[in-house]
């Protein structure tokens, strides 16, 4: 199964669950869920999942779980995918 790795910066506490675009090397994912027992992060993954088209069970933080700068792990989809999906 291929697996792509994603490196996201995420704002909690906006207006909106969006992808903002890219941020540097990472992608600025902005939630409105605050960051408290992971609803942000959990709020992240399900943005990204959406943007790819994947099941939000497919997406996971293996970095970054208390702070802003975050590594996902995206199941089902390539590095190509990815760049596709949040090209600008």
């Given amino acids: 199964m291929q697996c792509a790795r994603l490196r996201v910066y995420v704002t909690p506490k906006a207006g909106a669950d969006v992808v903002v675009g890219r ?5 600025h994912v902005k939630v409105t ?4 027992g992971g609803k942000a ?4 993954c399900k943005v990204v999942a959406k943007a790819l088209g994947v099941p939000k ?3 996971r933080i293996v970095r970054g ?3 802003r700068h975050k ?3 995206v199941d089902g989809v390539s590095d ?7 090209s600008s």
């Fill in 65 to 67: 779980d208390t702070g």
């Fill in 33 to 36: 869920a605050a960051p408290e």
């Fill in 23 to 27: 941020r540097g090397d990472e992608l």
């Fill in 57 to 59: 069970s497919a997406v």
């Fill in 71 to 73: 590594a996902l792990d």
């Fill in 80 to 86: 190509d995918d990815i760049r596709r999906a949040f």
């Fill in 41 to 44: 992060n959990a709020a992240a």
